[in-house]
């Protein structure tokens, strides 16, 4: 599996419940989020973005909130899945930056039957 | 993963050996990056390129040079390693922000 993990923080859901993950931001200027989920032994992939000018964003079974205020953003899964399985990270740009994401630790997701 | 290769995949190095891993892609985006992966610091940024020839540092360069000859090619050299460079390392693509693609990682482990 990857390197991550041994200190990651730790969500454990059991299948079919709604899981909801949190991130934390740091740059006031950040106006463009997403959130990758990473599974064991791949790269991260793109689940949801979000641009500062919403509140919320909605895919499918997944929902991306904003709070600018506080500078927190959540991910929520409906009715999670054993394939929900995986570390997922949030990453914030700003327009000065280059297309440059800055990525957050990241959380693991466990999926319990 | 869409048009995005990195090689080797897996590899062991002594300490003090140079070590170039690879990037290629076949998209023609402009933005190639390498990032570094560890335990607690999540994906960290080592360089990223804006076009050929055209190269910045970020957030963990030292120790890390690159090269970008052709648009489709991203070279990372540890020019002299060290066990602190032990790592999983990804590349990604983008033609901007919104379309960051990542590779599948090399996993180096520096001995």
């Known amino acids: 599996g990857e390197s991550v993990g041994l200190h990651l923080p730790t969500l454990s859901v059991q299948e079919g419940d709604n899981s909801i993950i949190n991130c934390a ?3 006031s200027a950040s106006d463009y989020f997403i959130w990758y989920k990473q599974e064991s032994g791949k790269g991260p992939q793109f689940i949801i973005d979000i641009r ?13 909130l904003l709070n ?14 054993p394939g929900d399985s995986a570390v997922y990270f949030c990453a914030d740009s700003d327009t000065g930056t280059a ?10 997701l466990q999926v319990t039957l | 993963d ?29 933005y190639m990056y390498w990032y570094r992966q560890d335990p607690g610091h999540g994906l960290r940024l080592i360089h990223y390129s804006y076009g050929v020839k055209d190269t910045d540092k970020g957030e963990v360069s030292d120790g ?8 489709e ?14 790592s999983v390392y990804f590349c990604a ?16 482990t520096v001995v």
């Open chain 2, 73 to 86: 090619d991203f070279l990372l050299t540890l020019e002299s390693a060290t066990s602190s460079q032990t």
């Open chain 1, 99 to 108: 297309s440059k994401l800055t990525f957050g630790t990241g959380t693991r």
């Open chain 1, 25 to 27: 931001y740091s740059n």
């Open chain 1, 68 to 81: 600018k205020t506080v500078k927190h953003l959540s991910l929520q899964i409906a009715a999670t899945q």
């Open chain 2, 93 to 108: 693509i983008s033609e901007s922000r919104e379309g960051y693609t990542f590779g599948s990682g090399t996993r180096l």
């Open chain 1, 52 to 64: 500062s000018n919403m509140d919320k964003r909605q895919g499918q079974r997944v929902t991306v």
């Open chain 2, 64 to 71: 890390y040079s690159v090269s970008r000859s052709k648009t």
């Open chain 2, 2 to 30: 869409a048009g995005i290769t990195q090689s080797p995949r897996h590899k062991v190095t002594e300490t003090g050996t140079p070590v170039t891993l690879r990037c290629h892609q076949t998209e023609n985006h402009r």
